[in-house]
């Protein structure tokens, strides 16, 4: 039986269309970028001008040429404008605020193109283009702690427009109806925390746990209340051998004796390791020989005055151009320890012969890295 509603409802079938079949557009060509998927297009009209000379620079970035942004280039969301100055100037600046935060870097002359490294591992790329007169100047993280980075990114801004740096310290009071800790309280969260790093330590094969096991020594080592405490726990403890062991280990990676059988990533772990265990030790070194009682332990610890650890620390020290910040953490070491003990330092001078290297060290630290510098003319005053 039909009703009118059975009039009105219409069968949903494919309705026939006619589609003409094209050749598929040719793809443009991507410029080669630093860049990742989240970027900015920027249109071609605005891409005239031509490659901008530059002169060596006196800081270290010795820029040939800037190129143009090209007219298709997927751009960095960490990028800023210049206008205020030319390119030589911005390079100028930009190395230099490298330099006063203690960031290594490495130059590239003929891409104006700079990779940076933190002390904390954050690597990251600078490069300088040129657009409408203007300088561009381009950042990208490649790995590390995303909130380090963007805290550098505004330093390395700032500088890039010669704006003056900011440096902001709040301190913040504890109210008095807070509990305070009391030291012993304090004394037994640091064991938990140097407990809980050696079971990481103990789990074979694992490298995230070995690397936040040794993370967390230098947290507890660089922290302000007990580091006398947590250095004596860390140097009279199972930590010792590990951390020389560590150490030493580097000195396997000169020319002709390099490890073998190791993968990249291997090797980048054990990198990342030697840094850990040098801070390890240069904060207990300083924190017992702040507290007079570094003479001690060295009694009980031959191996922190032995030859082949003060060795394996000028040698740290030697190669401050390829690793200024293994080279700080040793030369901290080294002036714990010369500090303490008469016989290391004439043995640094004399059967060891580690003024080149230090000299060395601190010309780098001059032109490279402020933190460097410092810890060598300490060093240097206690020779």
């Known amino acids: 039986m039909s009703t009118d509603h059975d009039e009105k409802i219409v069968e949903d079938i ?12 040719p793809m443009v060509p991507l410029a080669r970028s630093i860049a990742t998927p989240k970027a900015q297009l920027i249109s071609s009209a605005r891409f005239v001008e031509k490659k901008e ?4 620079s006196p800081t270290g970035w010795e ?15 960490t990028h800023t404008y210049v206008s205020n100055a030319g390119a030589k100037e911005v390079a100028n600046r930009i190395a230099n605020s490298l330099r006063l935060q203690s960031i290594a870097a490495t130059f590239s002359t003929k891409e104006a193109l700079a990779t ?5 591992q954050v690597v990251f790329t600078i490069r300088l283009w040129s657009h409408k007169k203007q300088v561009l100047v381009e950042l990208q993280r490649v790995s590390g702690c995303c909130f380090f980075y963007q805290q550098t990114v505004k330093a390395l801004f700032r500088a890039a427009k010669g704006e003056p740096e900011r440096r902001l310290s709040y301190n913040y009071s504890i109210p008095d109806c807070v509990p305070q800790e009391s030291p012993e309280e304090t004394k037994q969260c640091v064991q938990e925390g140097i407990d809980c790093a050696s079971a990481l330590l103990k789990k074979e094969g694992r490298f995230d746990s ?3 096991a040794m993370e967390s020594l230098v ?34 990676e000169r020319p002709g004796t390099a490890m073998q ?13 030697h840094r850990h265990a040098l801070a390890v030790l240069a904060n207990c070194l300083s924190a017992l020989d702040d507290s007079g009682e570094l003479a001690h332990v060295l009694k009980q610890q031959p191996e922190l005055s032995s030859t082949t650890f003060l060795l394996a620390l000028l040698d740290d020290v030697e190669n401050a151009t390829d690793r200024p910040h293994d080279a ?4 901290r070491c080294l002036c714990a320890l010369v500090q303490t003990c008469s016989d290391t330092k004439s043995r640094i001078v004399g059967e060891l012969g580690g003024l080149p290297a230090l000299e060395a060290a601190h010309s780098q630290g001059i032109c490279r890295n402020a933190y460097l510098e410092t810890e060598c003319q300490k060093l240097k005053l206690h020779l």
């Open 261 to 273: 059988g190791l993968s990249s990533m291997e090797e980048e772990h054990f990198r990342v390791m």
């Open 210 to 212: 070995h690397a936040l």
């Open 53 to 56: 000379i530059i002169s060596p």
């Open 116 to 120: 940076a490294e933190t002390s904390n």
């Open 328 to 331: 700080c953490q040793a030369t």
């Open 219 to 252: 947290h507890i080592t660089n922290a302000t209340k007990c580091r006398t405490f947590a250095a004596h726990c860390i140097l009279c403890g199972d930590f010792l051998s590990t951390l020389i062991c560590l150490v030493e280990a580097s000195r396997m």
């Open 14 to 25: 494919p309705q026939m269309r006619s589609v003409a079949m094209m050749s598929p557009v």
């Open 63 to 77: 820029l040939a040429v800037t190129d143009p942004l090209p007219a298709i280039y997927m751009l960095e969301r």
